[in-house]
């Protein structure tokens, strides 16, 4: 059994551990309250264009428009969106544990999968530790995740999709609910789909000659797709992360609790055993 000194040394060290995690655990929160903000707003504004561009889909003629054209699948694009950093729970591992089961899928159906990476953890795992082809690796995210950022990954799925590189695009990343559940979510938006029922009404669109039209309006469709996916897994991250830290915050306290009894019982053992001491040599001297 460890001595008093080295249960108080750890009690020490276990109290900074808990101050660390209930400070990341407050800036989380406060992180978390603005990101959700964040997130509310550009939701509407990426369903609207899908509206919009699923539009243009129903009143022009899909054929003559490549990134309506539905190809044969010999290659699809998976965008993996993880965190810059750790200590946020099973975040990262949920989408790289999914992203393997899908892309084994895929290859055993004579599929090819590539990736793009968006995020220091997926990009470090799949480049080092991974057989998957990555495409592209976009690093250090955190701190300019915005629309820039989503132009430029949705411009580079334009033309590779576009340019027949690959046939299918999904977003990978961790869909926000509330602090408490995050799933990861594979949504394809390219090639676009649109089911719609009979009777619906369509809205009324008239485009002009030129398609650059269609071209521009798919652009901002895939543009908000990929900033709400970047949203979402902001947002689920540092949702993750507070609930890792409140967890950890409460397994230092436990462990506090435990080794705090440990103590006052070494402490009760060492004072009996100098009554015994002091009381044996009392008796001795009689």
């Known amino acids: ?24 655990k407050a800036v989380s ?4 309250r603005k990101a959700q903000d964040e997130l509310f707003n550009v939701r509407p504004y990426a369903e609207v264009m899908k509206g919009i561009t699923e539009g243009l889909y129903l009143r022009e003629n899909p054929a003559i428009h490549s990134i309506f ?28 544990r999914n ?11 004579g599929v090819e999968v590539s990736l793009t990476t968006v995020g220091n953890k997926a990009t470090q795992f799949f480049t080092k530790y991974s057989d998957l082809n990555v495409r592209k690796s976009i ?12 132009q430029e990954i949705a411009y580079d799925l ?29 949504e394809k938006i390219m090639p676009l789909s649109v089911e719609v029922e009979e009777g619906t009404p369509v809205a009324e669109y008239t485009v002009g000659p030129d398609e650059k039209v269609v071209e521009e309006a798919v ?7 990929v900033l709400r996916a970047l949203k979402e897994s902001e947002t ?33 053992a060492a004072i009996t055993k100098e009554l015994i001491e002091i009381t044996t040599a009392i008796e001795a001297m009689k």
């Open 139 to 150: 690093k250090d995210i955190f701190r300019r995740i915005g629309l820039p950022l989503a």
């Open 69 to 96: 054209k539905v190809r044969p699948v010999k290659r699809i694009e998976l965008v993996v969106i993880s965190s810059d950093k750790g200590l946020c729970g099973a975040f990262n591992a949920n989408i790289i």
């Open 29 to 32: 929160a406060a992180k978390l």
């Open 158 to 186: 334009y033309l590779g999709y576009t340019s027949e590189y690959f046939d299918e695009v999904f977003l990978v990343y961790n869909k926000f609910y509330n602090a408490l559940k995050q799933e990861v979510t594979f």
């Open 1 to 24: 059994m460890p001595g008093m000194r080295e249960i108080k040394a750890k009690i020490k060290s276990l109290k900074g551990t808990k101050r660390i995690t209930a400070a990341m």
């Open 99 to 109: 992203v393997n089961r899908f892309a084994r899928q895929k290859i055993e159906e």
């Open 219 to 225: 652009k901002a469709y895939v543009s908000a797709a």
């Open 236 to 268: 689920s991250e540092h949702a993750a992360r507070m609930t890792a830290m409140d967890n950890a915050t409460k397994n230092a306290e436990d462990l506090i609790r435990k080794l705090t009894i440990s103590f006052n019982k070494a402490r009760q």
